[in-house]
């Protein structure tokens, strides 16, 4: 109680046009979340239809808008321009939530026209990060889901999720249940710079052990691997390694893509981290939003051997995360990791 009587309230302070089309109540601040402020929305639809048909799921539930795990390469910066809010600090900072989430997707699931298709969570942005731990929406839509017998999958960074893990396991007994986890950096000094919001490494595979241990087969999206820093084959072998010893049943791992406001705010990192990769960078990406043919190629030769080392090349084509994000186009790709 104390918590919440400490937090500050700014429910008239002028949101801007795109919250307040997004559904705009308050926004809120409190000393457990320095520097984020949560804006709080009542959304219309919690369910959202994938248009391509081709994917191994039909529709999303993004819970939140905006990331305080605030990784560099973060591919759904831009989604927060049509908030009018921006795509670098603003994303990692600004979070909105819907906190209206469940009764909505209850309402929806209701209807006689859901036809229990799988539904994807993780698409967009980490239904696990920070936020989750004040509002508590997952719990809510996990059971709402199983209870509509409506299968699903979630991909995530954030050990939050081991909170819900007997509620998951649960779950999986009524309907199917995927769990992801996504591990691109065993470096710690890079992941500070990288990816400076979310859980440690080691602690993502402990996460990973633990959902394993639980009777999940869980897959690792080792995605994206940054070129010139995360490809060297020391560092994939020694976390290839580590993913296997935590149990995990497979490994999917693709290039960084940096395409619109992602690709500034990851040059501008690498301008003051690593300035004489600069010029490399321009070298592989051009003006276009991925690598070049030949270093796909190339990366592609370097994993294969490593995932037949660690055999991590099993059961992969059971979980709908790697099957679209080996057969779909590199946008696809980047929607499947959060
Ligand atoms: S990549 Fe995933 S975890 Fe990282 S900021 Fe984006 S949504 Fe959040």
Redesign the pocket.
Known sequence: MVRWQRQTLNADDGALPGLERAGFVRSVQTPEFEGITFHEVLCKSALNRVPDSNLPFSWTINPMRG?S???R????RGSHEYLDLDAGADFDSQIVVKTNVVPVLRRELHKRSWRRESVALGT???PY?RAEGRYRLMPGIISALTESGTGFSILT?GTLLRRDLSLLTSAAGQVPVHLAV?IAILDEDLHKGL?PG?PSPRARLELVRALTEAGFAVNVMVAPVIPYLTDSNAHLDELFGAIAEAGAAGVTAFPMHLRGSTRGWFLNWLAEAHPALLRRYRQLYGRGASVTPEYSAWLRGRIEPLLEKHRLNRERQAEPEVRAAESHTPDTQLAL??
Not at 73 to 76: H, I, K, N
């Open positions: 990331c795990h605030a990784c390469y973060c591919f759904a967009n942005t980490d990060q960074k996504s990816e979310t990791f959060a």
